[in-house]
């Protein structure tokens, strides 16, 4: 299968590198140097973006915001090492994860290959015949996991592919409490590192916004002070 990555980053250099290296390991790889330029190219047959946050014109976060409105495909953000705010900013506007400047190719390929592994899996999934539906119920959400649709009181719901299996990992373990540690290697499938507490929460926070009756008072995915998360 090949796999199809657009590379947004105004830095000329650093696109072209991203590039070359992407190339060289087999896939197929579009660039663009805006958001603009990111919107039009995003539904040509794309697995993945790789969007820098700072950019002229309409930043990372907007174009993010953006392709959410139009496609499932995983995001992953570049940032600067200093703005820890951009990396949660992100994962808000709906981005997969982030990868930080100056980064290794080693570890911009482990994150490309990671997303993309992830990503067709659910797609399959999504694809699956209905006629084997199998059904978990907690409270007023129900969910298929042969399609990945979730249902809150009879209202279908979209979930982001890892929203999508925090929720499901929870509502087959009811009684567990897992810590952010616990999570993070479960679903990321890497070792936690002391950021990766920041991209767990976002997702839980994003999790609650769709299908709390008040994310602010949770009372489906309850915090458990000092050991993490369960569901209530």
Same mark, same amino acid.
């Given at each position: 299968m090949d796999n199809h990555i657009l590379v947004v980053e105004d830095d000329a250099a650093i696109r072209e590198g991203v590039r070359i290296l992407l190339e060289g390991e087999g896939y197929i790889v579009q660039e663009a140097e805006d958001g603009y330029q990111c919107l039009k190219k995003v539904l040509d047959d794309i697995d993945l973006v790789i969007l820098d946050i700072m950019m002229p014109g309409i930043s990372g976060i907007k174009t993010c915001e953006e392709i959410r409105k139009i496609s499932h495909v995983p995001v992953l953000f570049l940032t600067a090492k200093s703005q820890e705010s951009d990396k949660l900013l992100g994962?808000?506007? *709906? *981005?997969?994860?982030?990868?930080?400047?100056? /980064?290794?190719?080693?570890?911009l390929l482990a994150r490309v290959k990671a997303l993309l592994r992830r990503y067709h899996v659910y797609s399959q999934t999504l694809q699956g #015949?209905?006629?084997?539906?199998? &059904?978990? #119920?907690?409270?007023?959400?129900?969910?298929?996991?042969?399609c990945n649709e979730v249902f809150r009181n009879e209202k279908e719901i979209s979930l982001r592919e890892m929203e999508y299996r925090i929720l499901l990992l929870m509502m087959e373990n009811p009684k567990k409490v897992f810590s952010v540690k616990n999570l993070y290697e479960?679903? &990321? #499938? #890497?070792? /936690?590192?002391?950021?990766? *507490?920041?991209?767990v929460m976002v997702h839980i926070r994003r999790l609650r916004m769709k299908i709390e009756d008040d994310p602010?008072?949770? $009372?489906?995915?309850?915090?458990? &002070? *000092? $050991?993490g998360y369960r569901l209530g």
């Open positions: 994962l808000m506007a *709906g *981005g997969d994860d982030y990868l930080v400047k100056p /980064f290794s190719y080693a570890e #015949e209905k006629t084997k539906e199998h &059904w978990i #119920e907690y409270g007023k959400v129900k969910v298929n996991t042969q479960s679903l &990321w #499938e #890497e070792p /936690f590192l002391y950021s990766s *507490g920041n991209t602010q008072k949770p $009372k489906m995915i309850q915090t458990v &002070w *000092g $050991k």
